[in-house]
């Protein structure tokens, strides 16, 4: 602990700000005992655990069996929405910027076996890299220059789940759930976002989402403006005839192509070749001009590194008119801002450590390390021009080495390089705008060792927050 000895007030201004968080959430769990589960799981998925499941949580916390765990996520009485709305404000608040930010859909695998776990099938997954036996989680990310965390979520279940409803009863599913496409799903999330999202807010998306055109339709039909992924088979131009987005951009002039910064990364900032042209509205008459028109406009974009002019990524977008090639080309830069939020919510609190096999365990789980991921987000966004370099590392979620694969990067997610203005921590925006008093005094962190089975011998800046209100938890 001697490296860290300089920073002993910083991490007890974390710890009492996790403990401020802890109590503003604390009356979403009716009981005193469900209280004291709940802190002890959040701060056992901050913690320096291996694998963040009930056995090993129950023993970070110091109890003997993972029978108080288990009935948090099994057969508690609590409303695991109402968490979910308070991690979304507590977030959209720690994260808030004057320059907007951008609302991002993906979904991820977890690698899960057995006919009863909730929603396991095979499928195909990106993050796992094929068709494998996993879960499927659809998510929604808030992504500003100040960070990017995940904000909702749903699971989804493949058609030969809904199609045994016998097999749902058995893990929980309620009966007026159906099946639903991922799209669907993600338009589920936004209806619940959208009133409390920010003006200057931005929708942006993969493939799975763009190519869908009832998903385009229903962003339009809220007024929230996108940037989404499209393959390169993707059609438009329906005058004066449909014609594919790969074929215009490939005869398009060298002279079109501009060169756009995308948004920064570890290894400095990455830098793109953009194709953007603004396109008729298919529902307008002819003859309807699009130019000068305040709202909305249309666009296809493609995008190429230099060196691989062969090698395209292509996108359609919608929003107001006039909004300049920068804009476009940093909103679909922040597409891979999830990727960032998923990762730190898997690497860092145990998103994928569950051993939950139902419906509302899934979903419980879940929305706890979201509440720890969003958490971590919020005290980087804040302290990370102050903070320890191996804290910065912990919470960037990005491998300098690593390219997404196609070749599309992480990037920044605004539309503008302006310093966001420092915003205090706070976890007071969950129920008010006025924040309540710090109920107690915290005492200064103490070193923690090594617990049984865990891969880590020195305790990591996140797992000193975690370690320093143990003692507080039964």
């Keep these: 602990m001697d490296d860290w000895s300089g920073d002993v007030a910083q991490v007890a201004e974390w710890d009492a700000e996790l403990e401020e968080l802890l109590r503003q959430v604390g009356d979403v769990f009716p009981r005193a005992d469900l209280r004291r589960r709940a802190k002890a799981c959040v701060r056992g998925l901050l913690g320096s655990v291996s694998r963040k499941n009930g056995w090993q949580l129950a023993e970070y916390a110091g109890w003997r069996r993972p029978d108080g765990q288990q009935h948090l996520l099994d057969r508690a009485k609590w409303d695991v929405d109402e968490l979910r709305d308070r991690v979304r404000r507590y977030a959209l608040d720690g994260l808030a910027d004057s320059a907007g930010g951008v609302l991002v859909i993906d979904e991820t695998g977890f690698a899960k076996k057995g006919r009863t776990s909730v929603g396991v099938a095979r499928q195909f997954t990106g993050s796992l890299g094929g068709v494998f036996p996993c879960q499927i989680g659809v998510f929604a990310a808030w992504a500003t220059t100040r960070g990017a965390t995940l904000v909702d979520r749903e699971i989804y279940l493949p058609q030969v789940w809904t199609g045994d409803r016998e097999r749902c009863a058995a893990a929980q599913v309620p009966e007026t759930v159906g099946f639903a496409t991922k799209p669907r799903l993600a338009e589920k999330m936004i209806d619940r976002i959208l009133p409390e999202l920010p003006e200057n807010t931005w929708l942006a998306a993969d493939e799975v989402y763009g190519r869908d055109g009832g998903f385009r339709s229903f962003a339009e039909s809220r007024q929230l403006p996108y940037v989404v992924s499209v393959s390169s088979a993707q059609t438009v131009l329906p005058r004066p005839g449909w014609r594919r987005i790969d074929k215009l951009a490939a005869a398009a002039d060298d002279s079109e192509w501009q060169l756009i910064e995308a948004g920064p990364s570890q290894t400095g900032s990455r830098w793109w070749q953009w ?118 590392e912990a919470l960037s979620g990005d491998e ?45 962190p103490t070193d923690c060792g090594g617990h049984a089975g865990d891969d880590i011998t020195r305790p990591t800046p996140t797992s000193i927050i975690a370690d320093a209100g143990l003692a507080n938890s039964p």
């Excluded at 953007?276 to 249309?298: C, K, L, Y």
Aim: net charge positive; glycine share 6%; hydrophobic share 30%.
């Design 275 to 392: 194709w953007v042209r603004r396109i008729a509205d298919p529902e307008e008459p002819v003859g309807t001009a699009v130019r000068g028109q305040p709202w909305p406009s249309r666009w296809m974009i493609a995008r190429r590194r230099p060196e691989t002019p062969d090698d395209l990524d292509y996108y359609l977008a919608w929003g107001p008119s006039g909004t300049p090639p920068e804009h476009l080309a940093h909103v679909a830069g922040a597409r891979w801002r999830v990727e960032d939020a998923i990762k730190l919510g898997k690497h860092q609190c145990g998103l994928a450590d569950y051993e939950v096999r139902h419906w509302h365990g899934w979903y419980r789980h879940i929305t706890l390390s979201m509440l720890a991921a969003a958490f971590l987000a919020v005290q980087a966004a804040t302290d990370d021009a102050d903070a320890p370099a191996p804290l910065r």
């Design 400 to 444: 300098p080495d690593e390219e997404p694969k196609g070749g599309s990067t992480r990037t920044s997610s605004a539309p503008n390089s302006s310093s966001p203005t420092p915003r205090p921590r706070s976890a007071s925006s969950l129920r008010s705008s006025t924040r309540r008093p710090h109920p107690s005094t915290v005492g200064p």
